[in-house]
């Protein structure tokens, strides 16, 4: 089993997001997905998620908040987590060696999108708090997430 993270990167009101790369041999190809990946051995889900925006985006982050985690069909876990971007950090942003491109989506852009089914399901289930959440411009509260325990 390989445990992962993925990572809600918010600046202002949206979301970056990465296009994953056209390849028949990964997961969900071609499809929007957030920043994240497999968990390397030793590895906490919070280092996970930290160097994997520093391999695809060539950024850190100061502060990530642990949303919880889920299980996929597998019955792997996948942590779910939230950072803010300030300016001067969407001014560091370049791809790295996985995916076509970035852009910022709102939260309903991510739902209307072809994005990786796991993290569009997470997406909808929480659209209407993460949307209080993004108006308010406060940090979320893991306790009123969504989360899929179980595959």
């Given at each position: 089993?390989?445990?992962?993270?993925?990572i809600?990167?918010?600046?202002?009101?949206?979301f970056?997001?990465?296009?994953?790369?056209?390849?028949p041999?990964i997961?969900?190809?071609?499809?929007?997905d957030?920043?994240?990946?497999g968990l390397?051995?030793g590895?906490t889900?919070?280092?996970?998620?930290?160097?994997?925006?520093?391999?695809?985006?060539?950024?850190?982050?100061?502060?990530?908040?642990?949303?919880?985690?889920?299980?996929?069909?597998?019955?792997?876990?996948?942590?779910r987590?939230?950072?803010?971007?300030?300016?001067?950090?969407v001014?560091?942003?370049?791809?790295?060696?996985?995916?076509?491109?970035?852009?910022?989506?709102?939260?309903?852009?991510?739902?209307?999108a072809?994005?990786?089914?796991?993290?569009?399901?997470f997406?909808?289930?929480?659209?209407?708090?993460?949307?209080?959440?993004v108006?308010k411009?406060?940090?979320?509260?893991?306790?009123?997430?969504?989360?899929?325990?179980a595959p």
């Open positions: 089993m390989r445990s992962g993270a993925k809600l990167l918010i600046h202002d009101d949206k970056l997001v990465i296009l994953r790369d056209n390849l041999e997961a969900w190809p071609n499809l929007w957030f920043p994240g990946g390397e051995e590895e889900m919070e280092e996970g998620v930290i160097r994997e925006l520093r391999e695809e985006l060539n950024i850190g982050v100061e502060k990530v908040i642990r949303l919880g985690i889920e299980k996929d069909k597998k019955g792997e876990e996948k942590g987590f939230w950072a803010r971007m300030d300016d001067e950090k001014k560091m942003v370049t791809l790295g060696d996985e995916g076509q491109r970035w852009e910022f989506m709102s939260l309903e852009e991510i739902v209307a072809d994005f990786v089914p796991p993290l569009k399901d997406v909808s289930r929480n659209l209407e708090y993460f949307k209080q959440v108006k411009r406060r940090e979320p509260d893991p306790e009123k997430i969504s989360l899929k325990t």
